[in-house]
């Protein structure tokens, strides 16, 4: 029998922007039907009760590094599939910024290989804008985009360069390929370890203004406009940016934008005693610029939600605060975190998913992240009222690098499918 149903489970549609109550058929890797409650009783298929828990499109999460090829003492493809798996992300959109950058088709091939023998999940790898990250020539993205890269990102390495930015840019719009930006402005940001304000200025910590993510994305959407290129913004977290990014959208462009699930959860208060898995970059903000980011999301300004998963090991994380590695991991801890925005109200559950699922799949023109006929069955099932205390060594990940160490979290994977096969059970 190769037919699952899952039965009285609340169903979240994030296209419908509803929540019903349902049975869903999975069969061949897709969703084959969606029942409402009743259902029929004659179907030939193995059967799972889902006890009135929720299933929703599961989670595609762009951003994702993982430590292979170079650092796969911090995370291999195997470790961060079990984390994904864990934490209801069904697709992994994961980073060129390895140890060895993945700027040719032959380093990308290895990285595909490797996810598809070890990863439980879908792995779907971006490669470099510019050869080595180093924003001096562009890398060959046509050849690239025949290998399977799905966009192209040189991550928090901003290009410095406008005539080469702008020629990748150009030559990506050539081919219909997305590009990813980091919008920071690199002279301003150089060597900050936290946002500029009182709390960092007691502290003593070198800051940036939360003017330099402004205009580093004025800069980018300059570029935009003038190439025409399909443009994601990866990571926007303060107000400033976000009238820019309005104008942008008016004005027509083909630009969305996306945050992360630290920038919508904590502030920069959280750093308190130089706590320094607490480093991320960009630095965290104040509360305002939280609040700020969470209502671009729930208007729709921002699209995507990202963990943006930055495993790092013990040696790195455990130094002075401004000496200390940023990043965190998140792909096992993304889900319940982000139902903090849940129970307080701030976001429904649709809006959350419509984030985490729909949007990223439109973005990558993927037919997943949907609640719907034949679409894919990546689906996640949980339960977002169930308590827990977060013990970062029970996580998946090779690193345990999570500010959500001991924090009274509410809510819980219950189950992961890819394909319309179970991955993980809690």
């Known amino acids: 029998m190769t037919a699952t149903l899952i039965t009285n489970a609340r169903l979240v549609d994030p296209e419908a922007g509803s929540i019903r109550p349902g049975a869903v058929l999975l069969k061949d890797g897709l969703i084959a039907e969606l029942f409402e409650t009743p259902f029929p009783e004659a179907i030939d ?3 799972i009760d889902a006890d009135e828990a929720f299933l929703a499109p599961g989670i595609i999460d762009i951003g994702v590094k993982v430590g ?31 140890a060895q950058p993945i700027d040719t088709p032959e380093v990308l091939e290895f990285i595909k290989d490797r996810a598809k023998d070890d990863a439980l999940v879908n792995v779907l790898p971006m490669a470099a804008l510019t050869k ?25 390495h901003v290009c410095t360069d406008t005539k080469v930015l702008s020629r990748a840019m150009s030559y990506a719009r050539s081919l219909g390929a997305l590009v ?39 800069r980018d959407l300059a570029l935009v406009e003038m190439t025409g290129v399909r443009y994601h913004a990866d990571q926007i977290t303060t107000a400033r940016a976000l009238p820019p990014l309005e104008r942008a959208r008016a ?14 959860t904590l502030n920069d208060m959280d750093v308190a005693d130089y706590r320094t898995f607490f480093k991320v970059k960009p630095p965290l903000r104040c509360e305002d610029d939280r609040q700020a980011t969470v209502e671009a999301l729930r208007s729709g300004l921002i699209d995507i939600i990202g963990s943006f998963h930055t495993p790092q090991d013990e040696e790195s994380k455990r130094l002075p605060f401004e000496e200390a590695a940023s990043g965190a991991v998140g792909l096992e801890t993304m889900l319940p975190v982000l139902l903090r925005l849940y129970h307080s109200g701030e976001l429904d559950l649709p809006t959350l998913f419509r984030a985490l699922s729909l949007n990223p799949a439109k973005r990558l023109g993927l037919d997943s992240g949907r609640m719907a006929r034949s679409a ?45 096969k179970p991955v993980y059970r809690s």
């Open 45 to 47: 298929a193995t059967r």
């Open 68 to 98: 292979e090829p170079g650092e796969r003492h911090k995370e291999s493809y195997k470790s961060a599939g079990l984390a994904a798996a864990a934490g209801g992300v069904t697709t992994m959109v994961t980073r060129p910024d390895t």
């Open 132 to 156: 080595g990250r180093l924003g001096r020539e562009m890398t060959e993205i046509g050849f690239l985009l025949d290998a399977g890269a799905v966009a192209f990102t040189d991550c928090d």
């Open 180 to 218: 990813l930006c980091h919008p920071q402005e690199p002279g301003l940001s150089q060597g900050a370890a936290a946002t500029s304000g009182k709390f960092a200025t007691l502290r003593g910590l070198p800051t940036v203004s939360p003017m330099a993510e402004r205009m580093g994305l004025d």
């Open 251 to 264: 004005n027509g462009l083909d630009v969305t934008a996306g945050t992360s699930m630290h920038h919508l």
């Open 376 to 420: 894919p069955a990546d689906l996640v099932l949980f339960d977002p009222d169930k308590p827990f205390v977060l013990d970062r060594f029970k996580l998946q990940s090779k690193s345990k690098n999570t500010p959500f160490d001991s924090a009274r979290l509410q809510g819980k994977v219950l189950a992961t499918f890819v394909a319309g």
